[in-house]
């Protein structure tokens, strides 16, 4: 997988636009990060994500999920995108898509994948 897969099925999201942060490329919901490319260019930075819930990540799938000393005491996990799938990445994405999409077009989202 590579940060243009991400790209392409978070942009289908309502409110999702590209964006840079840090001086790579990014995804951001109404101005805000849902994930960005880690300077490496191989990994996806994730915020956000509980440090109790990255350290379960970490555990069960460390060829995939990761950190570095500089994100130890920030709630952010790290993904080797060449390691991962989208069914893993996107649920995670998701997510988080969610909790910075405004609610109005949360509800119209919802209602649309329920027909």
């Known amino acids: 997988m590579t940060f243009d897969d991400v790209r392409k099925f978070a942009l289908t999201w309502p409110e999702v636009e590209d964006g840079t942060s840090y001086g ?5 919901v109404r101005k805000k990060l849902l994930a960005r490319l880690k300077e490496d260019g191989e990994s996806l930075v994730m915020p956000d994500v509980p ?3 990255r350290a379960m990540l970490v555990e069960s799938q460390p060829k995939i999920f990761y950190f570095t000393d500089h994100y130890a005491d920030y709630p952010i996990v790290l993904i080797r995108l060449s390691e991962a799938k989208r ?3 996107e649920p995670l994405l998701r997510r988080r898509w969610r909790v910075l999409a405004s609610k109005a077009v949360r509800a119209d989202y919802d ?3 329920s027909k």
Not at 24 to 28: E, I, M, P, R, Y
């Open 24 to 28: 790579t490329s990014a995804l951001k």
């Open 51 to 53: 440090i109790d819930e």
């Open 87 to 89: 069914a893993i990445v």
């Open 111 to 113: 209602a649309r994948a």
